[in-house]
């Protein structure tokens, strides 16, 4: 079997993973480099959709491979595109013959959007939740793409029959068939995948992250195989899925492993052992917000990374203890309620085993409610809102700043950085209010200058900012090494990490790897 890895290597996140066999290629992730995308892009300096993919290319942030594209991203510009600096050409042949998506987070699902619409993609019941969910509530035409195919730059005839043709709108796509080769896995149940060398087995299995439906990953051939590890943790709250997934490795003996080493940190710091800072369980942060929440009798606002529904979970169960209620943007309500809706059609075995993990309130829980922000004309009114928030509002089952500014000590609210501006409607009283910080540290310029912004505000409400409590979404750098001395893969390869270096200074009998962007490893 053969390994190229296009990104990912020597950086965090943007994972592209090309595991090869015979005539066949099998594609895993194809994420977005947010390192390499904020080198030249910011939040309102983004790539044109007029130019299909080839902003991307030319500023090299998706690799130039024949075969991987949908070729209407193309086609139009592919004079240009057979130029040195992009060498690539429209092809039909699809170079991908399977997609594998570990789990819904962008920097690993973004650029499945730009694949052929004929690739065969595989991914989990609840990872495709979460790409339709994030779909509805986004009016991004790339998203839409991940799971279906409306051909861009599409002319059709004008209905009055003149024979001039019109550019189709969204509605035209009804009469065309813009299905992708969606295929739904199921957690350890293996398919078969033929190449002109015999048969790859792919297993997926379910592990822990920070985003439900994350998954790992073991190819196998002629009794050989590899690992692909997407993203993963010991410390959340199923450690038990990671640990069946190492499990499984252990006894597969794969010859390769690539794997996951966001944490890992440099060599110096290994070395001297200062590296434990950010290692907090999810318990940890059940523990600490809990005494928060217990001991403030104000208004609680609270942040944390939105699609972590394990944490959106915990803080309604936390207000429901405490006798808050828990109000949450109407995208997290729609998360939930999406969950909610889409978990009744499936069967009663994985519905139990679903709801068993993510025990979600029912709609009319008074411990739960959405919360709607002024809009528009600020009336509260139908057409001010997007499709999705309107059903809130028609249910007549929400709160708004008034209940909040009412009865804060009733409350604890999901405020995150865009929604700072409702302090000015809430009018939180001075003093009195706390702000749980439960999302990660600013790690870069862009996020130390939203910092700086949220502290103003914070001052400015008098409101008191906790130190930060969260955990890690990637496994803890001792935990990974006990895991790769475990598994004793003849090499590893890490990924998804800064530090791929730092691998060495594990003691593990594995041939070490550092990648290098769609170099070619042998196994
Ligand atoms: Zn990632
Ligand atoms: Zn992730």
Redo the contacts with the bound molecule.
């Keep these: 079997m053969q390994v190229q890895i296009y990104g990912g290597a020597n950086e965090i996140?943007g994972?592209q993973v090309f595991i090869s066999e015979g005539n066949k290629n099998f594609m895993f992730d194809f994420?977005v480099s947010f390192s390499d995308m904020k080198e030249f892009f910011s939040e309102y300096l983004k790539p044109r959709s007029l130019n299909g993919i080839l902003d991307y290319l030319y500023l090299k942030l998706i690799p130039p491979i024949d075969g991987l594209y949908r070729n209407d991203l193309i086609n139009r510009y592919k004079d240009i595109l057979s130029k040195p600096k992009y060498k690539i050409k429209p092809t039909t042949p699809n170079y991908v013959d399977a997609f594998f998506l570990s789990h819904a987070?962008l920097?690993?699902y973004k650029f499945m959007s730009f694949l052929k619409k004929n690739t065969p993609i595989y991914l989990n019941w609840t990872a495709n939740s979460i790409l339709s969910y994030i779909n509805d509530i986004k009016s991004d035409k790339l998203m839409r793409e991940c799971l279906s195919f409306h051909e861009y730059w599409l002319l059709l005839p004008k209905s009055s029959g003149s024979g001039k043709m019109k550019r189709a709108k969204i509605d035209d796509y009804e009469d065309i068939d813009t299905t992708r080769k969606i295929n739904i896995l199921e957690d350890e149940h293996p398919i078969y995948l033929e190449t002109d060398n015999g048969k790859c087995k792919v297993t997926q299995y379910q592990v822990d992250h920070s985003i439900p439906g994350s998954t790992a990953f073991i190819i196998e051939h002629d009794g050989r195989n590899i690992v692909y590890t997407g993203?993963f943790r010991k410390h959340g709250l199923h450690p038990e899925w990671t640990n069946r997934f190492i499990k499984m490795c252990k006894k597969a003996s794969p010859i390769a492993i690539i794997t996951d080493g966001t944490n890992v940190p440099s060599i110096k710091s290994y070395r001297d052992d200062n590296y434990h800072q950010r290692e907090k369980s999810e318990h940890d942060i059940r523990k600490q917000s809990d005494k928060i929440i217990k001991n403030n009798s104000g208004l609680i606002l609270v942040n944390f990374p939105s699609r972590s529904l394990d944490r959106a979970l915990m803080y309604y169960q936390l207000a429901k203890k405490h006798n808050r209620t828990f109000a949450v943007n109407t995208k997290i309500w729609k998360m939930i309620d999406y969950f909610r809706n889409k978990i009744e059609k499936t069967d009663d075995d994985f519905k139990d085993s679903f709801l068993k993990n993510y025990p979600l309130p029912e709609p009319e829980d008074e411990y739960l409610k959405p919360y709607l922000q002024r809009k528009k004309w600020g009336y509260f009114e139908l057409k001010d809102y997007k499709k999705f928030e309107r059903t809130i509002l028609k249910t007549d089952d929400y709160v708004t700043y008034k209940e909040i500014k009412q009865s804060q000590e009733n409350y604890l609210l999901y405020l995150d950085f865009y929604m700072l501006k409702e302090l000015i409607d809430i009018d939180p009283d001075p003093g009195k209010t706390v702000y749980l910080k439960s999302i990660t540290d600013p790690f870069d310029e862009e996020m130390i200058i939203k910092e700086q912004k949220l502290d103003a505000w914070l001052k400015h409400f008098q409101i008191r900012k906790t130190k930060t409590i969260h955990s890690s979404g990637h496994c803890r750098v001792n935990e990974l090494r006990d895991m790769l001395n475990e598994i004793n893969a003849d090499n590893v390869i890490p990924i998804?990490t800064e530090h791929p270096e730092t691998f060495k200074e594990f003691g593990l009998s594995s041939e070490i790897i550092q990648p290098e962007i769609g170099k070619r490893y042998s196994f």
Aim: hydrophobic share 0%; charged share 25%.
């Design positions: 996140g994972n994420g987070h920097d690993h993203d998804h």
